[in-house]
């Protein structure tokens, strides 16, 4: 069972503030929930341990940039007021709600019929983790609800991007098999999400072939 654990009503450190949002004198921008439209999913390229201190490591989120962060162990946790101007996006930043996976996460998926390791060659910083079916089922539940409550606070979230649509340097975010079970097979049937695979904002890429046999744009 996914559990949510909710740190909106938790005061944010200073230095997260100050570094992580967009900010007035150290108070946190909030924006318009009429301006925000979609979600952009990510991988935190990165596991939060050690797996025995579960509390410590959830309140990790606390110094995320993002509006929601899905972790491996099947929580996730929302450590800020979705209108907040997060840095999570780039240029997706004013909006956009971040949504990042816990893990380090291939880029690409091997390819058995080619002698190259597609997946460790297109994975930033160390060996990659595997994907599994509860990464994928919390990234599914945060993502709903991130769509429910950004509604009902009135924002007219229609889109769902990756962020290396907005960044040259997040080319592998959040990867191959996590765009396809949680944007492709489940944002897209069953939340009824749009994905712009050849929008580009900034320095950018668009969703490659690979990621999207149906509807992608050019190679990784």
């Given at each position: 069972?996914?559990?949510?654990?909710?740190?909106?009503?938790?005061?944010?450190?200073?230095?997260?503030?100050?570094?992580?949002?967009?900010?007035?004198?150290?108070?946190?921008?909030?924006?318009?929930?009429?301006?925000?439209?979609?979600?952009?999913?990510?991988?935190?390229?990165?596991t939060f341990g050690p797996s025995d201190d579960a509390d410590r490591r959830h309140r990790r989120a606390q110094r995320i940039p993002a509006h929601a962060t899905a972790f491996r162990d099947g929580t996730f946790v929302t450590p800020c007021d979705l209108p907040a101007y997060a840095q999570h996006g780039h240029r997706l930043n004013g909006r956009s709600l971040g949504l990042e996976i816990e893990g380090r996460y291939s880029g690409e998926v091997d390819d058995p019929a080619t002698a190259p390791r597609e997946d460790l060659g297109s994975t930033w910083g160390g060996p990659p983790d595997v994907v599994t079916d509860l990464v994928v089922e919390c990234a599914r539940v945060a993502l709903k609800w991130l769509v429910d409550e950004g509604r009902r606070l009135g924002c007219p979230i229609k889109f769902v991007w990756a962020h290396r649509q907005s960044s040259a340097t997040r080319r592998s975010d959040p990867g191959a098999e996590l765009w396809r079970r949680v944007v492709l097979l489940y944002a897209i049937p069953a939340l009824g999400l749009e994905a712009q695979p050849g929008?580009?904002?900034?320095?950018?890429?668009?969703?490659p072939r690979s990621w999207d046999l149906g509807s992608g744009v050019g190679r990784y």
């Amino acid at each position: 069972m996914i559990a949510h654990l909710d740190l909106r009503r938790t005061a944010l450190p200073d230095d997260v503030v100050r570094a992580r949002y967009k900010h007035r004198g150290g108070v946190i921008v909030m924006r318009d929930p009429k301006t925000i439209t979609g979600i952009v999913v990510h991988q935190t390229a990165c596991t939060f341990g050690p797996s025995d201190d579960a509390d410590r490591r959830h309140r990790r989120a606390q110094r995320i940039p993002a509006h929601a962060t899905a972790f491996r162990d099947g929580t996730f946790v929302t450590p800020c007021d979705l209108p907040a101007y997060a840095q999570h996006g780039h240029r997706l930043n004013g909006r956009s709600l971040g949504l990042e996976i816990e893990g380090r996460y291939s880029g690409e998926v091997d390819d058995p019929a080619t002698a190259p390791r597609e997946d460790l060659g297109s994975t930033w910083g160390g060996p990659p983790d595997v994907v599994t079916d509860l990464v994928v089922e919390c990234a599914r539940v945060a993502l709903k609800w991130l769509v429910d409550e950004g509604r009902r606070l009135g924002c007219p979230i229609k889109f769902v991007w990756a962020h290396r649509q907005s960044s040259a340097t997040r080319r592998s975010d959040p990867g191959a098999e996590l765009w396809r079970r949680v944007v492709l097979l489940y944002a897209i049937p069953a939340l009824g999400l749009e994905a712009q695979p050849g929008l580009v904002v900034g320095d950018g890429r668009p969703i490659p072939r690979s990621w999207d046999l149906g509807s992608g744009v050019g190679r990784y």
